[in-house]
């Protein structure tokens, strides 16, 4: 099973973009990468996935290189209602799930 | 469509006692999955099903039984509460077990062992 590595915290101020770059240097051929963002109280919510170059929604971007050893969540003019946990996931789909500690984005006025 | 929900909200249990937690989706998802959530920490995956009458154990099984009698239920039973399993519990599921997927969650249970 692929592990990733994520920053631990990041800060920001609105209006700016952040950029949270996920590293899974043992991702395996089949593995897609999964974003999901957890607000506090609640459950995890599904933000963005994707398995090569770049897949955008109306949330976010994520960028994945050639190598897909690394991916990166972009997520455009954030405000302070994009505090939150967000997770980097590296697999096949449900089965064995690993959610890592995830970055904690903390967004200022 | 409700989605994912999980009952109750909030249990405070005393050592030793059992009880389960509720899931059901209204979804018609084949996958369904609890996971384990301690303060600070990441989300770790106990058991997942992938259809009715197929379960399996993921990474913290100990201390927990599932079953999955129907496609809308997924109940977490657990055995004799112990107060490591103090947490919050999140039932989550999917349409699809295998290859691209959204897993949709349910608002979680807050457990306390005491």
């Known amino acids: 099973l692929a592990k990733t590595t994520q920053p631990i915290s990041m800060d920001s101020y609105e209006g700016q973009e952040v950029n949270i770059t996920c590293s899974h240097n043992?991702?395996?051929?089949?593995?897609?990468i999964t974003w999901y963002q957890q607000f506090p109280s609640q459950g995890p919510r599904f933000i963005i996935q994707g398995y090569k170059t770049k897949v955008t929604n109306e949330v976010a971007s994520l960028f994945i290189p050639a190598d897909r050893k690394s991916s990166t969540l972009s997520l455009p003019r954030v405000s302070l209602s994009d505090t939150a946990v967000y997770y980097c996931?590296?697999?096949?789909?449900?089965?064995?799930?690993?959610f890592g500690a995830g970055t904690r984005l903390f967004v200022k006025a | 469509n409700a989605g994912v929900t999980q009952t109750p909200k909030f249990q405070v249990l005393k050592t030793g006692q059992s009880m389960t937690l509720q899931c059901a989706q209204d979804m018609n998802h084949e996958y369904m999955s609890w996971y384990r959530q301690d303060p600070g920490m990441g989300l770790r995956l106990i058991h997942y099903s992938v259809g009715a009458g197929i379960t399996d154990q993921g990474e913290v099984p100990n201390g927990y039984n599932v079953s999955r009698s129907t496609t809308e239920d997924f109940p977490l039973r657990l055995l004799s509460a112990a107060p490591s399993q103090t947490s919050v519990y999140f039932c989550?599921?999917?349409?699809?077990?295998?290859?691209?997927?959204?897993?949709?969650f349910g608002p979680g249970t807050r457990l306390t062992v005491l």
């Open positions: 996931l590296v697999g096949t789909g449900g089965f064995k799930t690993i």
């Open positions: 043992n991702i395996a051929t089949n593995d897609y």
């Open positions: 989550a599921s999917s349409w699809n077990p295998t290859g691209t997927h959204e897993q949709f």
